[in-house]
């Protein structure tokens, strides 16, 4: 949006989806673009056979499934105000936790993140008719949910548990993951992948949805969780032992192979023999060389090998190598004969511990997870908290290693996003995996502050709230950390990120025209209102996080304090962005600001004083620069 005065204006909304899948199409498809509409039957001949026209085909609906794209498609304008007083290591750390209402935030995150988040791990509800889910009306704007705070609104509404006798059980849980599930999509990176817990509530459905959302061609796997050792007294058929976790990519095609560090239980068992390439390769194990009924023949890999003792060794059927690689191998040692208890000799490859460039191989991850169980998770509250009634039901925080492990590189700077983050164990993994690998792994948490029962041991300890439990668990699991190395005469995790940011959902520090009609002097009112268009209760700090997002940086990005002419201004990383909240600008100002050489900068337009002399000669300043200029 431009103002009258030719300068453009900072966009407050979160992404347009639809104006960014529009744009997406256009590169595309340009040529069914007329006007700026598109061109549906253009689009059907570019695409030829593959449009589907029979009207009875395979699809999956539910009541309020075209609502939910209407809600995906309204952009949030709400921001995310810094809390300090809440946070460890404010000014450092890259983890976030962000405490509102998901939909809204993620809103918020599709302009600083899109394309950015390496995995995603979520433990939605799972609509067993029991637990809080989220307001029965799912596409709720911002302003109501700021009024949400006690579970109930104007009008006396409470948040819903959406028992299973109602007629749309299934509907309004879907109606509630749809959204969040699109546009956390966006959030991820091509080769990202996103695990979800869930039960045999909503298994199929969410399957369904993850199909739609992802593509089926990007399902991975359906991971099976042994969740508890037995029991069962109470079930009244078979005893359940197990929930699921869904795993899917953005991408199947740019998603690298799998693979997970070994156990050292693992390592103890199975590599146990040691041979001349001991101090460089480590330890061996072996396998039989022979090839399985499952390979196809192959007449040139059936030869003689020659054993120890100088005999012929023939393979049953074939061999799993050639002639030429058996050679090789032999001659650098790398396989085994062996005996049977009928003297015979046998073939085997050895595989060291270590590849050859001294790294221990990883190893494939199964899909079943057992030996972490539900009681793990309760043991980790009594262990941090002192009792388990603080919160119930948490999964394990090892529970995630592996799928930390799968998703994410000790060596990189991976983001990991939990939107459901509940106790907050997301954090607690990625903290402790950290320390173990001397990873930089990241966390976004997200989390509803939804309220505490009064009578709950969580509320008569002080938490208020599930948002207030989980900002403390990771307070707990960080001084954790922290005395643990205090022995350490030399301690490796000198560059561990041991601290989170908190952000919290509000509404806008800008007063925004809601197009509302109203009568003379309801219009009398708002005009007044808007005459200071800035919210009197926001900080300095508030409005530079909210023009940080709405820009498309992120809420870690470095911020450095400059004094340029006596005036403070923000530099965002290293000077890419300049942001300015003085309310007296001057030429002199300005200039300096062009003088760093940024790539863009912003000004309150309250600034100017409707100064429009000086506005032209800001224009003409940045331009002579090539330096993209708004106000707010």
Same mark, same amino acid.
């Given at each position: 949006?431009?103002?009258?005065? @030719?300068?453009?204006?900072?966009?407050?909304?979160?992404?347009?989806?639809?104006?960014?899948?529009?744009?997406?199409?256009?590169?595309?498809? /340009?040529?069914?673009?007329?006007?700026?509409?598109?061109?549906?039957?253009?689009?059907?001949?570019?695409?030829?056979?593959?449009?589907?026209?029979?009207?009875?085909?395979?699809?999956?609906?539910?009541?309020?499934?075209?609502?939910?794209?209407?809600?995906?498609q309204? /952009?949030?304008?709400?921001?995310?105000?810094?809390?300090?007083?809440?946070?460890?290591?404010?000014?450092?750390?890259?983890?976030?936790?962000?405490? @509102?209402?998901?939909?809204?935030?993620?809103?918020?995150?599709?302009?600083?993140?899109?394309?950015?988040?390496?995995?995603?791990?979520?433990d939605?509800?799972?609509?067993t008719?029991?637990?809080?889910?989220?307001?029965?009306?799912?596409?709720?704007?911002?302003?109501?949910?700021?009024?949400?705070?006690?579970?109930?609104?104007?009008? !006396?509404?409470?948040f819903?548990?959406?028992?299973?006798?109602? @007629?749309?059980?299934h509907?309004?849980?879907?109606?509630?993951?749809?959204?969040?599930?699109?546009?956390?999509?966006?959030?991820?990176?091509?080769? !990202?992948?996103?695990?979800?817990?869930?039960?045999?509530?909503?298994?199929? &459905?969410?399957?369904?949805?993850?199909?739609?959302?992802? !593509?089926?061609?990007?399902?991975?796997?359906n991971?099976?969780?042994?969740?508890?050792?037995?029991?069962?007294?109470?079930?009244?058929?078979?005893?359940?032992?197990?929930?699921?976790?869904?795993?899917?990519?953005?991408?199947i095609?740019?998603?690298?192979?799998?693979?997970?560090?070994?156990?050292?239980?693992?390592?103890?068992?199975?590599?146990?023999?040691?041979?001349?390439?001991?101090?460089?390769?480590?330890?061996?194990?072996?396998?039989?060389?022979?090839?399985?009924?499952?390979?196809?023949?192959?007449?040139?890999?059936?030869?003689?090998?020659?054993?120890?003792?100088?005999?012929?060794?023939?393979?049953?059927?074939?061999?799993?190598?050639?002639?030429?690689?058996?050679?090789?191998?032999?001659?650098?040692?790398?396989?085994?004969?062996? =005996?049977?208890?009928?003297?015979?000799?046998?073939?085997?490859?050895?595989?060291?511990?270590?590849?050859?460039?001294?790294?221990?191989?990883?190893?494939?991850? %199964?899909?079943?997870?057992?030996?972490?169980?539900?009681?793990?998770?309760? &043991?980790?509250?009594?262990?941090?908290?002192?009792?388990?009634?603080?919160?119930?039901?948490?999964?394990?925080?090892?529970?995630?290693?592996?799928?930390?492990? *799968?998703?994410?590189?000790?060596?990189?700077?991976?983001?990991?996003? #939990? %939107?459901?983050?509940?106790?907050?164990?997301?954090?607690?993994?990625?903290?402790?995996?950290?320390?173990?690998?001397?990873?930089?792994?990241?966390?976004?948490?997200?989390?509803?502050?939804e309220?505490?029962?009064?009578?709950?041991?969580?509320?008569?300890?002080?938490?208020?709230?599930?948002?207030?439990?989980?900002?403390?668990?990771i =307070?707990?699991?960080?001084?954790?950390?922290?005395?643990?190395?205090?022995?350490?005469?030399?301690?490796?995790? &000198?560059?561990?990120?041991?601290?989170?940011?908190?952000?919290?959902?509000?509404?806008?520090?800008?007063?925004?025209?809601?197009?509302?009609?109203?009568?003379?002097?309801?219009?009398k009112?708002?005009?007044? *209102?808007?005459?200071?268009?800035?919210?009197? +209760?926001?900080?300095?700090?508030?409005?530079?996080?909210?023009?940080?997002?709405?820009?498309?940086?992120?809420?870690?990005?470095?911020?450095?304090?400059?004094?340029?002419?006596?005036?403070?201004?923000?530099?965002?990383?290293?000077?890419?962005?300049?942001?300015?909240?003085? #309310?007296?600008? +001057?030429?002199?100002?300005?200039?300096?600001?062009?003088?760093?050489?940024?790539?863009?900068?912003?000004?309150?337009?309250?600034?100017?004083?409707?100064?429009?002399?000086?506005?032209?000669?800001?224009?003409?300043i940045?331009?002579?620069k090539?330096?993209?200029?708004?106000?707010?």
């Amino acid at each position: 949006m431009v103002n009258n005065d @030719g300068i453009e204006k900072v966009d407050l909304a979160s992404l347009d989806v639809a104006e960014d899948k529009k744009q997406q199409l256009k590169q595309l498809f /340009p040529s069914v673009f007329s006007e700026g509409k598109l061109d549906v039957d253009k689009l059907k001949l570019e695409l030829g056979d593959i449009i589907e026209t029979d009207r009875e085909r395979f699809q999956f609906t539910w009541a309020g499934k075209s609502e939910c794209l209407k809600v995906i498609q309204q /952009p949030s304008i709400g921001t995310l105000k810094p809390c300090k007083e809440e946070s460890v290591d404010f000014d450092k750390t890259e983890n976030l936790f962000i405490e @509102g209402d998901n939909l809204e935030v993620l809103k918020l995150l599709q302009k600083s993140y899109y394309g950015k988040v390496k995995m995603i791990y979520i433990d939605p509800p799972y609509n067993t008719g029991k637990e809080f889910i989220y307001p029965d009306n799912y596409s709720e704007s911002l302003d109501t949910y700021l009024k949400y705070t006690g579970q109930v609104d104007n009008e !006396g509404r409470k948040f819903s548990t959406n028992t299973d006798s109602e @007629g749309r059980f299934h509907s309004k849980w879907l109606n509630m993951m749809y959204p969040r599930l699109y546009l956390a999509k966006n959030l991820l990176k091509d080769d !990202g992948v996103i695990f979800i817990s869930i039960d045999d509530n909503e298994v199929a &459905n969410l399957r369904k949805i993850c199909d739609e959302i992802f !593509g089926e061609e990007n399902f991975v796997e359906n991971i099976i969780w042994k969740k508890r050792y037995g029991g069962g007294a109470k079930e009244k058929f078979l005893v359940s032992l197990h929930e699921y976790i869904l795993c899917y990519t953005k991408n199947i095609d740019l998603l690298s192979p799998l693979f997970i560090p070994q156990t050292k239980e693992s390592i103890e068992r199975y590599y146990t023999q040691k041979d001349e390439n001991y101090e460089k390769m480590g330890a061996y194990r072996t396998h039989p060389l022979e090839a399985t009924k499952s390979m196809g023949d192959r007449p040139n890999l059936v030869f003689p090998i020659n054993a120890p003792d100088g005999s012929s060794i023939m393979p049953k059927r074939q061999w799993l190598w050639s002639k030429e690689r058996v050679a090789e191998e032999i001659q650098h040692g790398a396989i085994a004969f062996l =005996r049977d208890k009928n003297n015979n000799w046998s073939v085997h490859s050895k595989q060291y511990l270590k590849d050859d460039s001294g790294n221990i191989r990883q190893s494939k991850a %199964f899909s079943i997870i057992d030996e972490v169980y539900s009681q793990h998770g309760t &043991n980790e509250i009594i262990d941090l908290f002192g009792q388990a009634q603080t919160f119930s039901f948490p999964k394990p925080s090892k529970l995630l290693h592996p799928f930390l492990n *799968l998703g994410t590189s000790s060596e990189e700077p991976d983001i990991i996003l #939990d %939107f459901f983050s509940g106790s907050a164990t997301t954090a607690h993994a990625v903290l402790d995996l950290n320390k173990q690998d001397n990873g930089t792994r990241k966390f976004i948490l997200v989390q509803l502050p939804e309220p505490c029962d009064e009578a709950s041991d969580a509320f008569k300890a002080g938490y208020k709230t599930i948002a207030d439990i989980g900002k403390e668990r990771i =307070r707990r699991v960080i001084k954790k950390i922290k005395d643990e190395d205090k022995d350490k005469l030399l301690p490796d995790n &000198n560059d561990l990120d041991l601290g989170f940011k908190v952000l919290k959902l509000d509404k806008s520090n800008f007063k925004l025209w809601d197009n509302q009609v109203v009568d003379v002097d309801g219009l009398k009112q708002k005009l007044d *209102l808007f005459i200071e268009h800035i919210d009197a +209760t926001s900080t300095q700090e508030d409005i530079l996080y909210e023009l940080l997002m709405k820009s498309g940086f992120s809420p870690t990005s470095k911020i450095e304090q400059l004094e340029l002419t006596g005036k403070k201004v923000f530099s965002i990383e290293e000077g890419l962005l300049l942001i300015c909240l003085e #309310d007296n600008i +001057t030429k002199e100002l300005i200039t300096a600001m062009a003088e760093t050489n940024p790539t863009r900068v912003i000004c309150l337009d309250s600034g100017f004083h409707n100064n429009d002399q000086l506005k032209t000669n800001v224009v003409q300043i940045m331009k002579s620069k090539d330096i993209e200029f708004r106000t707010v």
